[in-house]
């Protein structure tokens, strides 16, 4: 059994978090987000000076999955940046390699984040998906998160983006 470890990051961990994030992408996003638009944000390089900036602001909560100490798995949460959501926390972000997907790091890397949550006082939380990534989709369905109708253009070509959400508490039985 591999042994499975959830660490707080900082921006000395900015190049491992983009790493996992633009590989991530390209995995995930490469059948829904046209090839010239996904290179744009997966380069390491770019998106590890933005996460080094974003990571000392303070303004969010970044953390990183190991398994058997091998980065696999990156997340960021914070208050909503939905001003119809003054109260929510955000998962801005929860990527895995494509290696590690489907073997349950995914569902602790979301009860690590929701914990975190509710230790910021958040009752709810809510996240973006893209509408086609039909994976993702029914992974957060799994964990007992669910659409709340809104919906947004992603930035990301004519991609969609849904907003899901559900109680803290709720999420946190379902995935025990």
Known sequence: MPNIDIRKADSAQAGVFAEILCKSWRSAYSEIIPEDIL?????VETRRKSLEKWMSGGEALYLLAYCDDIPCG???IG???D?????????????????????????IL????????RAMEFERASLWVLERNARARRFYEKCGLSPNGASKNSGLGEETEIRYSADISSVLAKIG
């Open 39 to 43: 290179a744009k944000f997966t380069d």
């Open 79 to 81: 208050v909503s940046r």
């Open 110 to 117: 979301m009860k690590v984040a929701l914990e975190e949550m």
């Open 74 to 76: 990156a997340c960021c």
């Open 83 to 107: 001003y119809d959501l003054p109260e929510s926390g955000e998962i801005v972000a929860i990527y895995l390699l494509e290696e590690y997907w489907g073997c349950g790091i995914g569902k």
